[in-house]
């Protein structure tokens, strides 16, 4: 059996994420237990060990120290959120022109290599701008659905606010990430980097941040795609605009795309009559994609609560009634 010091260093190594002495303190049991003759056991550890070395040096997730050695893996797990998103863009009800746009990228990415053989490289730098709840965050996770990829989403708020002196190095580090792991890298809420707005924090430092996320998105090689996603395209230095291949301006939807975002958003049930979608569309109008598929989903909740088999298009205008309050009629 391991020493009792010996359990309480893996307990602590583990609650601290601390995989050097993780790793260096089983190595020790497994040493201890082949001096004591207990070759098989000690062998057995080893060989998981290694294993489980092998499994953290290959999944990024994991382990954000194949990233950037020096970078304990505490720090970029708090910084970046990780998605597998299990949707694509035909989940999404879009305007004509955020459909083309989108599209092209996926075709570009999705052919690459052609591309390539022309020295050509698809475009992978997307700016979003729009009010909030009009998709900008969610055609992230589409195009990562489309492509096979992940989303990983930087907190960009966590990076300025409890990384101020260090965000730069933080930064770095996320586009050393962009290099080694394909990905769709989504900076979402990006004006709390790209503007030079006070938010009572050290405007020198927002400034430097700013210059070094230009520097590095110039610079950029990988084959990542990077996002950044703002509410407050105003907000942002004018200096940001000519870094992305594409600058994607979500609208509200118009009344032909409220009335698909509803039959998308009720699909799977049964309505108790035949609605009156363009009706229930004009009651919707001035509202975002957001507050429409929630008038839809509080419908459908109230039609499962009340034990009824089928949807009740009243429901649905009565939500939607209520998220407008400031609308005539
Ligand atoms: N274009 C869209 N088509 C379908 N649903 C949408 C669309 N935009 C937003 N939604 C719905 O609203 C939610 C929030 O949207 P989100 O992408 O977070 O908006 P944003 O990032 O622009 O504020 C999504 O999860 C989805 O349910
Ligand atoms: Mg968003």
């Keep these: 059996m391991a020493a009792v010091d010996q359990i309480k260093n893996l307990i602590k190594s583990y609650v601290e994420d601390d995989d050097h ?11 201890s237990e082949a001096r004591k003759g207990n070759t098989t056991i000690a062998q057995e550890l080893k060989m998981l060990i290694e294993k489980a070395r092998k499994d953290k040096s290959t999944a990024f997730v994991e382990s954000p120290k194949t990233v950037s050695l020096s970078a304990p893996r505490r720090e970029l ?21 955020v459909q083309e746009s989108l599209s092209k990228l996926i075709h570009e990415q999705k052919n690459w290599e052609l591309l390539k053989k022309h020295n050509l490289r698809p475009r992978r730098k997307l700016l979003l701008t729009g009010l909030p709840g009009t998709g900008k965050t969610m055609s992230a996770q589409a195009i990562a659905g489309e492509l096979g990829l992940s989303v990983y989403i930087i907190r960009l708020d966590g990076l300025m606010s409890k990384y101020l002196g260090e965000s730069i190095a933080k930064l770095r580090m996320i586009f050393d990430a962009m290099e080694e792991h394909r990905a769709v890298y989504l900076f979402d809420e990006f004006d709390s ?17 700013l210059n070094s996320f230009l520097i590095n998105i110039e610079k950029d090689n990988s084959n990542s795609i990077i996002i950044a996603a703002t509410n407050l395209p105003e907000s942002l230095d004018k200096a940001l605009f000519r870094r992305f291949d594409d600058i994607i301006n979500y609208p509200l939807p118009d009344l032909k795309q409220i009335s698909k975002t509803i039959k998308k958003a009720t699909k799977e049930f049964l309505f108790s009559e035949k609605p009156d979608f363009d009706k229930i569309a004009k009651l919707a109008l001035g509202l975002n994609y957001s507050e429409i598929t929630k008038a839809c989903e509080e419908a459908i909740k109230e039609m499962i609560l009340s034990g009824s088999l089928n949807l009740n298009s009243l429901e649905i205008e009565k939500s939607l009634s209520k998220k407008a309050p400031l609308k005539d009629g």
Excluded at 21 to 31: K, L
Excluded at 197 to 206: A, K, L
């Design 21 to 31: 002495r993780f790793f260096a303190t089983a190595m020790q049991i497994a040493a």
């Design 193 to 209: 980097i790209g503007s030079h707005r006070d938010r009572g924090q050290d405007i020198g430092e927002i400034k430097r941040v």
């Design 77 to 97: 797990k708090e910084l970046i959120e990780v998605f597998k998103p299990r949707i694509d863009l035909d989940d999404m009800v879009l305007s004509p022109e």
